[in-house]
């Protein structure tokens, strides 16, 4: 069975700049540690999965001590985010990743639904697509998947707008390439999307506020 690398994004958990907009709702220490929680909880999944190796991609940089408890906790590998908008920077995770595994799965940190079982059948879906893509609800999409580079996926691209997933696929479409997209998962970004957060991901936040 071929290796399959899982790149996972986060942000290092400072107050005030992590989870932004959930401030008003959390604070900014709860979002912090809700989105700490969230690092942990992908983490988790991605190794659960054992299709290959595990890493966290840090920005602004590994150096913060959360991502160092991670690579000790999880016994996992840190890389830095490349600099630039975040299609230049997807590219480069995978480009990398392809130097060192058969194949790269990049993952946000912040999809509460998405669990090992997605992962695993998103290396599944690769052996018949160019490139494997979980949609978001908001129209983004929470993961990509690639055997081999396409970085015309990532360019041209506005990113954070509600037609990411569609512009994408008219990316591929132009450059005929065959996309895979399993079912589509949300992604925390919103107060109202804390409410359909498990209780134990939220245990002791509202006090935090």
């Not at 899982?6 to 220490?29: M, N, Q, S």
């Not at 000790?72 to 595994?101: K, N, P, V, Y």
């Not at 949609?135 to 690639?146: F, H, Q, R, S």
């Not at 569609?166 to 998962?185: D, N």
Request: negative net charge; glycine residues 10%.
């Amino acid at each position: 069975m071929s290796s399959t690398l899982v790149a996972v994004y986060a942000r290092a958990p400072v107050p005030g700049e992590a989870k932004t907009r959930l401030i008003p709702t959390l604070g900014p220490c709860g979002a912090a540690v809700l989105h700490a929680r969230l690092v942990k909880r992908m983490l988790g999944e991605a190794i659960s999965a054992n299709i290959g190796p595990v890493e966290l991609w840090c920005a602004p940089d590994e150096t913060h001590p959360f991502f160092v408890h991670c690579a000790t906790h999880f016994e996992i590998s840190l890389r830095t985010q490349a600099r630039g908008e975040l299609g230049e920077r997807m590219a480069c995770t995978i480009a990398d990743g392809l130097g060192r595994a058969d194949s790269v799965l990049l993952v946000g940190s912040d999809i509460p639904d998405l669990s090992a079982a997605h992962l695993v059948r998103a290396r599944e879906a690769l052996a018949a697509s160019d490139a494997v893509f979980i949609p978001a609800e908001d129209g983004g999409y929470v993961l990509v998947g690639m055997a081999r580079p396409h970085a015309a996926l990532f360019k041209g691209i506005g990113w954070g707008g509600p037609q990411v997933m569609q512009a994408t696929r008219e990316r591929a479409a132009s450059a005929g390439l065959r996309l895979a997209e399993l079912e589509a998962l949300w992604d925390l970004d919103r107060p109202e999307d804390i409410s359909r957060l498990a209780p134990a991901l939220l245990d002791g936040l509202l006090k935090i506020a």
